[in-house]
């Protein structure tokens, strides 16, 4: 009995205490490489399920890896920061691009050349890390470090900066909840807190003062998701078998399968067996060409085409094209001469060779059609963060395109039940070029968020997806035809006319989105809805204050209890949450009704007036330099959490009332929530 109230001890201990560590750890050390060069290496050991970002991440995404030297004495940078590890590569739905990150260990590196017979340099590497539920706030690791440089260098000269010289001079911290609310409240100007009415209730010390083990008395709980290679396999096939329906390639099955049982009528079984290895043929030659590109641009390369403008605006010009070539405008059409050379090569020649070079020739003779479908999954898998995705796609495509060709050889009877050519196969080409110009659109969607330059905001985006959706739909039930359409036709197949009505619903759908529906089932592919200029949705959540000591204040006054968000810019699931949960009418009923909620970024970039010194709940130094890195402080050292997203319901005085949410799309949850948090603060 004694053994096990001593281990129920001893688990309540490391729960208390392990939500507070930091599941990266990161140490630092200079390498002398030559008498004029050393390097500042990073080292971080990464807790299993965590990730740590790496370099160059777009503007918009997470916290990437950057670098920050604030003292050079005798030396200076060269170069950037540069990532040393097995670097992942995953597309994220949320933000709608590629994420590169290390997971177990990585390392930094930058580079300094000596320029002095003595050097001095400090500075800091700032990076971000998630799990599956949730991120860290942007992290800061520092380093100081000084030596000599070659004997007939020049007297080193002192180059400090103007951050490094406020930090110098900047109060320090000694990390205990009332000195650091006393400081956070002078440096982020106590005076516009005091202009609130019954900000005098309200006590700095018990602002900050930390709630570790009243909180974690509550409990939370968490949710995780995963992915993988599958999905774009799927899209494959499905492509593959798209591709298969137009009038490119239906037409040649039944002579194909034809001329291999005529070419070995005295032996059936080398018919079928030619059958399929021509098959085969086909899988390995789109499987070549994926494999072809992958080595061309290179696995880095790859993953860089989901968030890199130019090759989106690439891929929105060339799916444009393939668009305006399925209406029916202009052919794709490789040179003829092409065709014939390697159909003259086929003919001449026997064995595998010559089935092989009959499958090539249909590559190049269906090029008008299969080109597009090809384009485009060769485009998403690219982008989908895994460089053998291009090759999965394409192994799934073309095993779709191929398996008829030799199912008919196997059973030749079934040729007679296909469907004969027809124009129900430009009917197909038609759709999708519809779908193809819809895809264009989010291709240049990622470049206009890149570059900020807002010419596709949220509710263009939409407009423009109705009326193309809404032309297919009309299309699809026979309301809309196309130059080289059967012009004779009068009534639509059944089929047709049933995906036009559904067309025509999704159409629909999207039309209220124009004024702030959240319209979560085309979330993934339109712009974010801070992009849109017109919104009527006057239930949208939306904190009432970015600035915890202001509206703690507000509060007071309300006499309402607080909701603290404590979120990230470039916080994927407290996206995920604001999209699936906030909008939820009685959740936001509650959050703009019930609550004052304030929302605080963690990785907000406003300087604070003056860096401020402080020590970590592990005892090691940190310097807070941005108001992101307050807010990470406070929930650092008061709540004793360090991801996000994180939510926690105070009273006036920043006691827990109903413990603390982290990312799980529980609507039901949430509500109960928020709603004990409500009945808490009643009761006080």
């Known amino acids: 009995m004694m053994e096990k109230i001593l281990f129920t001890l001893l688990v309540l201990l490391f729960n208390l205490t392990a939500i507070a560590q930091n599941p990266v750890r990161f140490s630092v050390q200079q390498k002398r490489v030559s008498p004029t060069e050393v390097d500042v290496i ?14 160059g991440l777009p503007a918009d995404g997470p916290t990437s890896a950057t670098f920050t030297s604030e003292k050079a004495e005798g030396a200076q940078p060269v170069g950037k920061l540069t990532p040393r590890g097995k670097e992942l590569n995953v597309y994220d739905k949320v933000f ?23 050097y001095k340099i400090s500075g800091y590497m700032e990076y971000g890390a998630c799990n599956d539920e949730m991120c860290m706030p942007p ?62 209730d309200v006590n700095p010390s018990d602002l900050w003062r930390p709630v570790i083990k009243e ?25 593959g078998f798209v591709a298969l329906l137009t009038p490119c390639v239906w037409p040649i099955i039944p002579m194909t399968v034809s001329f291999f049982l005529k070419r070995a009528k005295d032996d059936k079984k080398k018919g079928i067996r030619d059958a399929i290895t ?40 060339l799916l444009l094209v393939f668009a305006l070539s399925f209406f029916g405008w202009f052919e794709l059409r490789l040179p003829a001469s092409w065709g014939n050379a390697v159909d003259n090569k086929a003919a001449s020649t026997t064995g595998l060779l010559s089935i092989f070079l009959m499958a090539f020739t249909l590559s190049l003779v269906s090029f008008s059609c299969t080109a597009p479908v090809v384009g485009l999954l060769l485009v998403q898998a690219a982008t989908s963060g895994d460089w053998v995705a291009p090759t999965i796609g394409m192994f799934g495509f073309a095993l779709a395109l191929a398996l008829p060709f030799s199912l008919f050889a196997l059973f030749p009877t079934m040729l007679k039940q296909a469907p004969k050519s027809g124009s ?55 309301k809309l035809k196309f130059p080289h359409d059967d012009q004779e036709q009068k009534a639509m197949p059944v089929p047709a006319i049933m995906l036009g009505l559904l067309t025509l619903a999704f159409t629909v759908y ?65 996206r995920k949450m604001e999209g ?105």
């Open 510 to 574: 999207m039309i209220p989105g124009l004024w702030g529906a959240p319209l979560k089932a085309v979330s993934a592919f339109a712009p974010p809805m801070y992009t849109q200029d017109f919104n009527l949705n006057h239930e949208e959540v939306q904190p009432k204050y970015k600035d915890y000591e202001l509206g703690m204040a507000a509060a007071a006054k309300a006499g309402k209890p607080v909701l603290l968000d404590f979120t990230g810019f470039g916080c994927v699931n407290c």
């Open 96 to 118: 709608d691009m590629k994420l590169r990150y290390f997971e177990g260990t990585v390392s930094f590196i930058q580079k300094y050349k000596i320029t002095g017979k003595t």
């Open 42 to 55: 990073f080292t971080g050991k990464i807790n299993s399920g965590w990730h740590v970002y790496s370099t």
């Open 215 to 239: 909180l974690q008395a509550f409990g939370t709980d968490k949710k995780s998701e995963s992915h993988s290679l599958f999905y774009i396999f799927l899209m494959g096939i499905v492509g």
């Open 580 to 684: 699936a949960v906030w909008t939820d009418p009685e959740v936001a009923k509650k959050l703009n009704e019930d609550y004052i909620l304030i929302s605080l970024y963690v990785d907000d970039k406003t300087p604070l007036k003056e860096p401020i010194k402080v020590k970590r709940a592990d005892g090691t130094p940190r310097t807070l330099r941005t108001v992101g890195d307050k807010w990470s402080y406070l929930q650092e050292v008061k709540f004793g959490y360090l991801a996000q997203p994180f939510y926690v319901t105070v009273d006036n005085q920043g006691n827990p009332l109903s413990g603390s949410f982290v990312y799980k799309e529980d609507i039901p949850g949430y509500k109960e929530f928020l709603d004990k948090g409500v009945e808490k603060y009643k009761n006080k």
């Open 278 to 317: 021509y098959g085969i043929s086909i899988i390995v030659i789109y499987m070549a060409l994926a494999a072809v590109i992958t080595a061309v641009f290179g696995p880095q390369k790859l993953n860089e085409l989901a968030t890199n403008a130019p090759f989106n605006i690439a891929f929105f010009l």
């Open 139 to 200: 992290t800061t690791v520092e380093f100081s470090y000084s030596g000599n440089g070659p004997a007939d260098a020049p007297e080193a000269k002192a180059e400090e900066t103007k951050d490094e010289a406020k930090t110098e001079d900047a109060a320090t911290l000694d990390g205990s909840a009332t000195d650091s609310a006393a400081m956070a409240m002078d440096d982020l100007a106590l005076g516009d807190t005091a202009q609130v009415a019954g900000a005098s």
């Open 424 to 478: 129900w196969m430009n009917m197909i080409k038609v759709v999708l070029g519809f779908i193809e110009l819809a895809f264009a659109l989010k291709f240049f969607s990622v470049a206009d968020l890149a570059y900020g330059w807002r010419l596709l905001d949220r509710e263009t985006f939409l407009a423009i997806w109705i009326v193309i959706f809404g032309l297919m739909g009309l299309y699809l039930i026979g």
